[in-house]
Nanobody, 122 residues
Framework: QVQLVESGGGLVQAGGSLRLSCVVS????????MNWYRQIPGKQRELVAS???????NYADSVKGRFTISRDNNKKTVWLQMDSLEPEDTGVYYC????????????????WGQGISVTVSS
């Protein structure tokens, strides 16, 4: 069974850094697209960063130059390095594996982590 487990959130002062981790168990990780989303209070869930299996990345305009997404296919792990954090970055962050394939005969499925809280104080 595929599971996504996030870690690394917490409380940090504005200007500080946090590194989120998402470890994926099961499935065909190395060829899978991976995303980080966030849910800011009062707003819709937002796509923050994406990374393809081969390492190509995309970022929301609001985090470009401050956040970095990376992955290690051998460890089935994806990270989100968050620098120069702002109070507006406060929210719950989710790891997402869209169209993830568990086995070569399985249909693709959308998997989510449980979410991890990030709080940036001013």
């Amino acid at each position: 069974q595929v599971q996504l487990v996030e870690s690394g959130g917490g409380l940090v002062q504005a200007g500080g850094s946090l590194r989120l981790s998402c470890v994926v168990s099961g499935g065909m990780f190395s060829t899978s697209y991976m995303n980080w989303y966030r849910q800011i209070p009062g707003k819709q869930r937002e796509l923050v960063a994406s990374i393809r299996g081969r390492g190509d990345t995309n970022y929301a305009d609001s985090v470009k130059g401050r956040f970095t997404i990376s992955r290690d296919n051998n460890k089935k792990t994806v990270w989100l390095q968050m620098d120069s954090l702002e109070p507006e970055d406060t929210g719950v962050y989710y790891c997402n594996a869209p169209d993830y394939i568990e086995t070569p005969i399985s249909p693709p499925h959308d998997y989510w982590g449980q979410g991890i809280s990030v709080t940036v104080s001013s």
